[in-house]
T-cell receptor
Framework: DAGVIQSPRHEVTEMGQEVTLRCKPI?????LFWYRQTMMRGLELLIY????????DSGMPEDRFSAKMPNASFSTLKIQPSEPRDSAVYFC??????????????FGEGSWLTVV | AQSVTQLDSQVPVFEEAPVELRCNYS??????LFWYVQYPNQGLQLLLK??????LVKGINGFEAEFNKSQTSFHLRKPSVHISDTAEYFC????????????FGQGTRLTINP
């Protein structure tokens, strides 16, 4: 079975440019998560969706960040304009959400973003 | 809110030696507990999880963890490590009721020396 698929795997962009990260969750999963990993702050939850609806975006750092999930099989995380401090690894993850079931959350391989 | 503290940022051990990676959590509600492993330049992979029942949980690659409710701990152990266990290990919790999102500790880098 295909896991969570993220693209691009690596991106280097100049400050001020728009960055779009893409994610395809595991088929049949109805929860999707975007995490960011940095040396300083570790793993932070940015936003998560249940059934394509954003449930909690309190982790989104500022208005430059936005996330969408137009359908059950696709999500994007956009940064506009990008800044050097946005350099990080961005992980997408998905799970089959049944409240109280403790279902496993599966992670993609990450998108490694460098903003210069 | 939940929080997770991994007491050691780095743990060096010799190959075939036992290892314990420590994890303590804080939560006002009941939680599920997880350990994930991250190999270099890869995503996170689930090692094991505690949902209920026996407090000793066995996972992949010979790892196990013990849930201790009174000490709010969930330490990860392996009796004999291999070079291939070199990775970053993350402890995480999620609420049983409500949002399923994971809250992670800062990670412990396990380095295996030959």
């Amino acid at each position: 079975d295909a896991g969570v698929i993220q693209s691009p795997r690596h991106e280097v962009t100049e400050m001020g440019q728009e960055v779009t990260l893409r994610c395809k969750p595991i088929s049949g999963h109805n929860s999707l998560f975007w995490y960011r990993q940095t040396m300083m702050r570790g793993l932070e939850l940015l936003i998560y969706f249940n059934n394509n609806v954003p449930i909690d975006d309190s982790g989104m750092p500022e208005d430059r960040f936005s996330a969408k999930m137009p359908n059950a099989s696709f999500s994007t995380l956009k940064i506009q304009p990008s800044e050097p401090r946005d350099s990080a690894v961005y992980f997408c993850a998905s799970s089959s959400h049944l409240q109280g079931s403790g279902n496993t959350i599966y992670f993609g391989e990450g998108s490694w973003l460098t903003v210069v | 809110a939940q929080s997770v503290t991994q007491l050691d940022s780095q743990v060096p051990v010799f190959e075939e030696a036992p290892v314990e990676l420590r994890c303590n959590y804080s939560s006002s509600v009941s939680v599920y507990l997880f350990w994930y492993v991250q190999y270099p330049n890869q995503g996170l992979q689930l090692l094991l999880k505690y949902l209920s029942g026996s407090t000793l949980v066995k996972g992949i690659n010979g790892f196990e963890a013990e849930f201790n409710k009174s000490q709010t701990s969930f330490h990860l152990r392996k009796p004999s490590v291999h070079i291939s266990d070199t990775a970053e290990y993350f402890c995480a919790v999620s609420k049983i009721q409500g949002a399923q999102k994971l809250v992670f500790g800062q990670g412990t880098r396990l380095t295996i020396n030959p």
